[in-house]
């Protein structure tokens, strides 16, 4: 309902939806029985991190037959600070990457039967029209895959399959949003891209887990000579995924960009220990440095991502005072950083800084109407995010709205790191 070519451009609500259906389709029916909640979208996304690791030990088991290997390579992806921190969250990655994961364990174990190729290719159209970005990594794997031995066939069977059910899906999701789909999905997420991200993420990862991405390096470049069988899967994907990783340079991304790369790198990793196998005393050296860069990535995660978990939880009673001020509001609130806070208040959502700040800039939605309704005073109640360390205002709204905002409303009070506007009294 919020792919409609005339909302994204002109008329009242101002909304995007970024993502592909399948993840709000899940939680449609929860919503329905229990109203607006963010657990359900957290536990469905938990579950998925879950089942990403699951997926990605019986891959590995299945290319090297060693427990341990499977075990240590599945249970690694949890350690990674990206997907501690973001996984509980009621976002979308968690639950593409369980599905391309168990897309890559299908194909894997069951290469040369039409039913694994069909199930294969329902779980990687599944993960795209979960979340985009994931065309790439896992059907690039699973393509290479079946291309290792005959019938070769099988690979551009998956590949008809993937591509069909795709085009299929978009054809349909055009139509039924008359082009709009096309438009929240692609044309709203094409924003400027800055190296000094990538930069700054590649910088953090080499400091902390160096020795995963030499393993990861060394394994890509002694299986192009060597020829191993897990190489033919996880190399691709390992490729893929560096390849997807570096949108993590567009304007408004965070770690969930490198989910799939801390996939690849876990799969690899598992690889190693597995073909080091027939030598229990490299195995335990193996699984020794794992250890110690396990330790490395939990200081990393205390360092720079269990303090933002722990502020959120001390200002929940101040949270609990915005939802308050929410619900209370005689009209339409509008928010950026706790946003949330409005459907679960039970009104709708009327406007998406961030985004609709992208396409005024690139020119795909004018500001105006929306401009007018700041200067006419329509919203009892806005939420401007506020953080001493982040030009959140900056980032998230025009110069024209800020303008409006912070001349034509008063600061009421300050909540979590929020201030509340209101009109003049």
Known sequence: ???????????PPYRVANYPPLFPLLQAPFAAIVGPAFWYGRAIAAASALAAALFIGLTLHTLTRDILAAVVGGLLLLAFPYILHWSPLNRVDSLALGLSTAGLFVVARWPHRRAGIIAAALLLTAAIYTRQSYALAAP?????????????RRAFELAGLVAGLGIAL?????????????????????????????????????????????????FALAGAVL?????????PYLLG??????????TGSNVNYLFELCAALSLAAGAILGAAGRSRWLQALLCLGLALQVSVMAGWSRENYEGRVMDKIAQRDEIARLLDIVREAPGPVLADEYMGLVPLAGKRLQYQPFEFKQLAEAGVWDEQPFARQLDEHAFPVILIYDPPTWNSFGERWTGRQRLYISTGYRAAERLADTVVYRPPE
Do not use: C
Request: aromatic share 12%.
């Open 1 to 11: 309902r919020e792919t409609s070519h005339g909302r994204a451009r002109g008329a």
């Open 140 to 152: 690039l794997a699973s393509f290479v895959w079946l291309l290792r031995e005959p019938p070769r």
């Open 170 to 218: 978009l054809l349909l999701l055009q139509l039924v949003t008359g082009g709009g789909f096309f438009l929240h999905t692609v044309v709203a997420n094409v924003n400027p891209f800055f190296w000094g991200s990538v930069r700054y993420h590649v910088d953090e990862m080499v400091t902390h887990i160096w020795p995963l991405l030499g393993a990861a390096a060394v």
């Open 227 to 235: 020829r191993p069988a897990a190489w033919w899967l996880i190399a």
């Open 241 to 250: 995924a560096a390849a997807s990783a570096l949108t993590i340079g567009k």
